[in-house]
T-cell receptor, first 113, second 116 residues
Framework: NAGVTQTPKFQVLKTGQSMTLQCAQD?????MYWYRQDPGMGLRLIYYSASEGTTDKGEVPNGYNVSRLNKREFSLRLESAAPSQTSVYFC????????????FGPGTRLLVL | AQKITQTQPGMFVQEKEAVTLDCTYDTSDPSYGLFWYKQPSSGEMIFLIYQGSYDQQNATEGRYSLNFQKARKSANLVISASQLGDSAMYFC?????????????FGTGTRLTVIP
């Protein structure tokens, strides 16, 4: 039981390049999330998917797109990377209800030059 | 609006002593969940403890307990018998049941250092 997995672990991009961060969970959770963590700011929600086939914006969605490929997988795409998107990205999953704990992946460190 | 405040950027505790990490929150939702996560230097986010807003008793999980004072809107984490492995960043988070129900709102964290 791997929980939540993320690839890659680390990535360096040049401004304007695109990339997709992959996330998968094997806990049969309905909901999945993408957060970013910047120094001194805690985690902020980028996008979430409450269930397979649905996605919605979080607090900081600009510059990102997401795809809920199936129940297990939720990807985050940067179409044209900017230095402001340098951050650590966390994927998380949870069962449907609002009081359920979210379980996090190990994170992806992204550096945009 | 939802807001989580952690006013202690850093805390030190002697090994085997207890320590309290402060967290206050602000929400207009009558129902919500409160969470604490640990982030060691390796970077992963580890769930520690959960408290529901309607729970009558304070939550406990092993050496972790949550001092929940609803009227004061505080949810302090108490770690008893600190160990060297407790050195990490600790984040308080809240999930409202209605407004922004799919979002975990995080504080800015407290860095705990356990001294041998």
């Amino acid at each position: 039981n791997a929980g939540v997995t993320q690839t890659p672990k680390f990535q360096v991009l040049k401004t304007g390049q695109s990339m997709t961060l992959q996330c998968a969970q094997d806990m049969n959770h309905n909901s999945m999330y993408w957060y970013r963590q910047d120094p001194g700011m805690g985690l902020r929600l980028i996008y979430y998917s409450a269930s397979e086939g649905t996605t919605d914006k979080g607090e900081v969605p600009n510059g990102y797109n997401v795809s809920r490929l199936n129940k297990r997988e939720f990807s985050l795409r940067l179409e044209s990377a900017a230095p402001s998107q340098t951050s650590v990205y966390f994927c998380a999953s949870s069962p449907q209800t609002s009081h359920e704990t979210q379980y996090f992946g190990p994170g992806t460190r992204l550096l945009v030059l | 609006a939802q807001k989580i405040t952690q006013t202690q950027p850093g805390m030190f505790v002697q090994e085997k002593e207890a320590v309290t990490l402060d967290c206050t929150y602000d929400t207009s939702d009558p129902s919500y969940g409160l969470f604490w996560y640990k982030q060691p230097s390796s970077g992963e986010m580890i769930f520690l403890i959960y408290q529901g807003s309607y729970d009558q008793q304070n939550a406990t999980e092993g050496r972790y307990s949550l001092n929940f004072q609803k009227a004061r809107k505080s949810a302090n984490l108490v770690i008893s018998a600190s160990q060297l492995g407790d050195s990490a960043m600790y984040f308080c988070a809240m999930r409202p049941a209605q407004t922004g129900a799919n979002n975990l709102f995080f504080g800015t964290g407290t860095r705990l250092t356990v001294i041998p």
